[in-house]
């Protein structure tokens, strides 16, 4: 009887044990998910430098991406979803930040792949992060829509959380400018890995093909 009373508590223990800690792993990837990256300070007018050829009879989208961030994955395809909802399409870029030092082809994953397959999207290389600089984007999935007129209307992001798809703040705002109609919004969170961190030049395991 006091082996086994033995055992019972060490099981009973054992279970509290389990439970405290898939608790705090449940909790810190909660708050993972929901917590955003850096906003982008961007420019109110649509940089004069940059090499990205802005539409002048319609307005004009720049995402701006990290090709190896899982998280971006649920902004193409809400960047997707928008494209295919908005009755009056904006010119639209997905520009994929390519650092210095790595393989002449390590910004082509499936994402680059997934972004060239949505309709009218130019897919853009960034070298060296050039083009993200001068939109002063900081996270993957930073999305921005300047006017005709080249002015900045909407600065945020696509989704609701890291990796998340359904419906969200980012989207309507861009959808109702879209329509003409006045957003309930000009900014949201941007969830996203860090366009410039040092690790993002360190080639993942995913395999890299054109």
């Keep these: 009887m006091l082996i086994e009373n033995r055992y019972r508590v060490v099981w009973i223990v054992g279970g509290l044990v389990w439970l405290g800690t898939a608790a705090v792993g449940l909790a810190w990837m909660a708050n993972y998910a929901n917590r955003p990256g850096a906003a982008a300070d961007a420019p109110v007018l649509w940089p004069a430098t940059t090499i990205i050829q802005r539409d002048s009879h319609r307005p004009t989208l720049v995402m701006l991406a990290h090709p190896r961030c899982d998280c971006t994955r649920a902004s193409l395809a809400e960047l997707a979803e928008l494209v295919e909802r908005a009755t009056r399409r904006p010119k639209t870029f997905v520009v994929f930040i390519h650092p210095d030092g790595v393989g002449d082809e390590w910004e082509k994953t499936d994402l680059w792949r997934s972004a060239k397959q949505i309709p009218d999207v130019t897919v853009v290389r960034d070298d060296n992060g050039r083009e993200a600089r001068r939109f002063g984007g900081e996270t993957s999935g930073q999305t921005l829509l300047y006017d005709s007129a080249g002015r900045l209307v909407f600065s945020g992001g696509a989704t609701i959380a890291r990796g998340h ?26 969830f996203g890995c860090s366009l410039f961190s040092p690790a993002d030049a360190v080639p993942s395991r995913q395999t890299v093909q054109r």
């Design 165 to 190: 798809l359904g419906d969200n703040p980012g989207v309507a705002a861009m959808l109702a400018l879209l329509e003409g109609q006045p957003p309930s919004r000009t900014t949201s969170p941007v």
